[in-house]
């Protein structure tokens, strides 16, 4: 097995050797960002992972922690600039022998909690971002940002062609 690098990784020898008691840990460094840029775990805010790490008779480990860092990603609506933190809670086991999705990889004397925390972060940021409930978003028109000022294109949009119609009398 290739020797685990990277700023999530936790060394569990101390924790291997007291079966059943829980070793304080605290590890930090920034998650490599994946997928949809609307919305992502922020490069630029280091994650701080702090909690306990404990060895059960059966050889895996059982990690909780608590994990913060931060989300940025993009208006839906108009765009803006959004960056919130992120604060979840970690309880997660280690084996040798992982199930897909429901546990993770066991190293040999380290485990590496990256993909843990991705995880639970990606389950709390929200699926689409938006600057608050009501945001306006952009007008398709003219471009204008409506949650600054609101241009008056709904009221033009009427179309000329229309107003003949309007015109006809049917009577
Ligand atoms: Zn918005
Ligand atoms: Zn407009």
């Given at each position: ?5 990277g ?25 490599e ?32 922690a608590?994990?913060k ?39 040999d ?13 990606i389950?709390?940021m ?5 600057c ?24 033009e ?15």
């Amino acid at each position: 097995m290739q020797p685990s690098v990277g700023p999530f990784v936790v060394d569990t020898r101390r924790a291997q050797r007291n079966v059943g008691h829980p070793e304080p840990f605290q590890v930090a460094g920034s998650l490599e960002v994946e997928g949809d840029p609307g919305v992502m775990p922020d490069p630029e805010t280091p994650v701080v992972v702090v909690g306990t790490l404990q060895s059960l008779s059966d050889g895996s480990i059982v990690v909780r922690a608590d994990a913060k860092g931060a989300w940025v990603g993009q208006c839906r609506r108009c765009l803006r600039q959004l960056s919130e933190p992120l604060d979840v809670q970690l309880n997660e086991v280690f084996e040798a022998e992982p199930e897909e999705g429901e546990t993770y990889q066991l190293g040999d004397h380290s485990i590496d909690l990256e993909q843990a925390v991705r995880d639970n972060f990606i389950l709390d940021m929200p699926l689409l971002a938006l600057c608050a409930q009501d945001c306006e978003g952009i007008c398709a028109v003219c471009g204008a940002d409506r949650n600054d000022a609101l241009c008056h294109c709904a009221a033009e949009q009427t179309d000329p062609r229309w107003d003949a119609l309007n015109d006809l009398d049917f009577s």
